[in-house]
């Protein structure tokens, strides 16, 4: 570099940190508009409750989620669509006047149970499902 | 080396130093707090919604059906609302909201003060749109 140049370089160094400083802060701020603080918590107790019984409501419904066939309501139905073995279920669809239980294995005493609004012929029923795990959780 | 290169080594040099320093001082005093949100599926609420417009109650009648009856007919609302308390009472619902929006007025009945809605679409006999929102807080334990 000749002596020139950098005496020109020298002149204008109060320029370039003034100018460094104004972009440090400009960057820094459009980061702080960028940058993403939420912390997003899913319960996945939650989740796979969902899951289940969804699974479930598929199992017997008919063509439409969520309005049950009562003819699918039975033990071989429901084993075709739970079939994984490291879980056990018990299975209730209520009507207005009746009430059905299917229990695939032994969910034993320690379960979780969900339940959702459900339609039988179009009119009100519930179906509740009660899981437990034969693994560890 | 000549003086002058020594200069611009000593300017970068300050620069960088501004530019950690800054970056160090802006992170300390505009600090951005963590915000905890919880996600919640809900899809209970959606599959409630969607079951409640198609449920026969005890009379015969059809939620939705009178949902669009109920537009122009004060005795069809009534029956909706009698029709609504019976589902709610059977589904585990402790509190609800049902706000429809016809092309020209809004009726509404329950509780008011949810955070999130389902919203279904109806079409009456003319073929304009009715806006069904849907709230409900089931009982603890059911869902």
Same mark, same amino acid.
């Given at each position: 570099m000749n002596k020139k140049g950098g005496s020109t370089l020298a002149s204008k160094s109060g320029f370039y940190i003034i100018f460094l400083i104004l972009f440090t802060f400009a960057v820094l701020y459009s980061v702080k508009f960028i940058e993403d603080k939420e912390v997003r918590r899913v319960d996945f107790f939650q989740l796979e409750d969902s899951v289940v019984i969804n699974r479930v409501i598929s199992c017997v419904s008919n063509d439409n989620f969520g309005e049950i066939d009562v003819n699918k309501f039975n033990e071989i139905e429901l084993r075709k669509c739970l079939t994984n073995t490291n879980f056990n279920f018990i299975i209730m669809l209520d009507t207005v006047d009746d009430q059905k239980i299917v229990s695939i294995g032994d969910v034993g005493l320690d379960y979780r149970s969900i339940g959702r609004y459900v339609l039988v012929d179009n009119k009100k029923a519930r179906i509740r499902a009660g899981y437990s795990k034969n693994v560890p959780e | 080396m000549f003086p002058s290169d020594v200069k611009d080594l000593i300017t970068a040099f300050v620069l960088i130093v501004i530019l950690v320093a800054g970056s160090a001082i802006y992170q300390t005093l505009y600090k951005t707090d963590e915000v905890l949100k919880e996600i919640k599926i809900n899809d209970e609420q959606d599959l409630f919604s969607l079951n409640y417009l198609k449920t026969k109650i005890s009379d015969g009648s059809l939620? &939705?059906?009178?949902?669009?009856? &109920?537009?122009?007919?004060?005795?069809?609302?009534?029956?909706?609302?009698?029709?609504?308390?019976?589902?709610?009472?059977?589904?585990?619902?402790?509190?609800? &909201?049902?706000?429809?929006?016809?092309?020209?007025?809004?009726?509404?009945?329950?509780?008011?003060?949810?955070?999130?809605?389902?919203?279904?679409?109806?079409?009456?006999?003319?073929?304009?749109m009715i806006l069904v929102k849907v709230g409900v807080r089931f009982k603890e334990g059911w869902v």
């Amino acid at each position: 570099m000749n002596k020139k140049g950098g005496s020109t370089l020298a002149s204008k160094s109060g320029f370039y940190i003034i100018f460094l400083i104004l972009f440090t802060f400009a960057v820094l701020y459009s980061v702080k508009f960028i940058e993403d603080k939420e912390v997003r918590r899913v319960d996945f107790f939650q989740l796979e409750d969902s899951v289940v019984i969804n699974r479930v409501i598929s199992c017997v419904s008919n063509d439409n989620f969520g309005e049950i066939d009562v003819n699918k309501f039975n033990e071989i139905e429901l084993r075709k669509c739970l079939t994984n073995t490291n879980f056990n279920f018990i299975i209730m669809l209520d009507t207005v006047d009746d009430q059905k239980i299917v229990s695939i294995g032994d969910v034993g005493l320690d379960y979780r149970s969900i339940g959702r609004y459900v339609l039988v012929d179009n009119k009100k029923a519930r179906i509740r499902a009660g899981y437990s795990k034969n693994v560890p959780e | 080396m000549f003086p002058s290169d020594v200069k611009d080594l000593i300017t970068a040099f300050v620069l960088i130093v501004i530019l950690v320093a800054g970056s160090a001082i802006y992170q300390t005093l505009y600090k951005t707090d963590e915000v905890l949100k919880e996600i919640k599926i809900n899809d209970e609420q959606d599959l409630f919604s969607l079951n409640y417009l198609k449920t026969k109650i005890s009379d015969g009648s059809l939620i &939705s059906e009178l949902i669009i009856e &109920s537009e122009n007919n004060d005795g069809a609302f009534e029956t909706l609302k009698d029709g609504t308390e019976e589902i709610m009472n059977f589904a585990f619902v402790e509190e609800y &909201s049902v706000i429809i929006l016809y092309p020209t007025i809004e009726k509404k009945f329950g509780e008011d003060n949810f955070e999130r809605y389902t919203e279904l679409k109806l079409f009456d006999k003319d073929e304009e749109m009715i806006l069904v929102k849907v709230g409900v807080r089931f009982k603890e334990g059911w869902v």
